[in-house]
């Protein structure tokens, strides 16, 4: 780690509030690139003053918005070197019961269901006052639950096509009424179902919003024909409303069940 990091580090850690520290996201993964920033998770037994954050943010970076609240909260900055930071804060008990629910009672969500429990572990320790942090990671290193499985097919699949609220009757809408805005929502929500139920299908927590695509072709066994190919003919259709796009994501969703059946999955039946 670099020093500057390090210097900061050592400041947070001098806060009783602080109960641990994590570098997660793709500097910690094979899927870093040139534009990846620095993801520090700050995990608190306490709320730490805006006070102490701005004291520490103000010393070390050249530039601070400071309290982000749109996912979590967060002082997101850049380093005299133009490199990007963020401090992202967490509750290390409601972050606990927040994978509980996903990895112990198997409460799916629509889309995205257990990337918070890939962050955690996937996230390289820094600091860990009572080795809290490390008992989580612990906690939570088991198999993935058949019973999640189940749960992301039955929160997600109806979505694709089956159900009425679903992606595919949005879709037929918006291309109809050549909304592109209206689409490029629906498109996006539609992959995020589509990804959760892939990952499901090969026993993969979700890695979050990046590199999909190549996480799926290095890391997963079971993959719908024709993947890569029909995600990019989908997103140029999506682009210019092209009538033809509703049977493309028809044919998308085909090679999905049948990926899912060839993986032999005991929830296949339900599609």
């Given at each position: 780690m670099e020093l500057l990091f390090r210097e900061i580090v050592d400041e947070l850690i001098q806060c009783p509030e602080v109960e641990a520290i994590a570098l997660a996201g793709s500097k910690v993964t094979s899927y870093e690139d040139q534009?990846?920033?620095?993801?520090?998770?700050?995990?608190?037994?306490?709320?730490?003053?805006?006070?102490?954050?701005?004291?520490?943010?103000?010393?070390?970076?050249?530039?601070?918005?400071?309290?982000?609240?749109?996912?979590?909260?967060?002082?997101?900055?850049?380093?005299?070197?133009?490199?990007?930071i963020r401090l992202i804060y967490r509750d290390i008990n409601s972050f606990d019961q927040n994978i509980a629910q996903v990895a112990i009672e198997h409460s799916a969500r629509i889309g995205y269901t257990t990337s918070f429990w890939y962050n955690l572990l996937h996230a390289e320790i820094l600091f860990d006052r009572n080795q809290l942090l490390e008992g989580l990671q612990q906690k939570y290193k088991i198999p993935y639950p058949a019973?999640?499985?189940?749960?992301?097919?039955?929160?997600?699949?109806?979505?694709?096509?089956?159900?009425?609220?679903?992606?595919?009757?949005?879709?037929?809408?918006?291309?109809?009424?050549?909304?592109?805005?209206?689409?490029?929502?629906?498109?996006?929500?539609?992959?995020?179902?589509?990804?959760?139920?892939?990952?499901?299908?090969?026993?993969?927590?979700?890695?979050?919003?990046?590199?999909?695509?190549?996480?799926?072709?290095?890391?997963?066994?079971?993959?719908?024909?024709?993947?890569?190919?029909?995600?990019?003919?989908?997103?140029?259709?999506?682009?210019?409303?092209?009538?033809?796009?509703?049977?493309?994501?028809?044919?998308?969703?085909?090679e999905l069940d049948h990926c899912i059946r060839q993986a032999g999955r005991h929830f296949a039946d339900e599609i």
């Open positions: 534009l990846s920033d620095h993801n520090f998770y700050v995990y608190l037994n306490a709320e730490l003053s805006h006070s102490t954050r701005k004291r520490i943010t103000n010393k070390y970076l050249r530039y601070v918005e400071f309290n982000n609240q749109y996912w979590e909260t967060e002082d997101d900055g850049q380093l005299n070197d133009g490199s990007e019973e999640l499985k189940a749960a992301i097919l039955q929160k997600n699949h109806g979505l694709l096509r089956r159900q009425m609220p679903a992606y595919i009757f949005q879709m037929q809408k918006a291309v109809t009424r050549k909304d592109l805005i209206a689409l490029n929502h629906v498109v996006s929500n539609y992959f995020a179902s589509y990804f959760d139920i892939l990952f499901a299908v090969n026993e993969k927590l979700h890695p979050g919003e990046k590199k999909l695509v190549e996480y799926v072709k290095n890391r997963c066994l079971w993959i719908p024909g024709n993947f890569e190919a029909d995600i990019e003919t989908i997103l140029q259709m999506a682009a210019t409303a092209d009538e033809k796009l509703v049977d493309q994501v028809n044919s998308m969703i085909e």
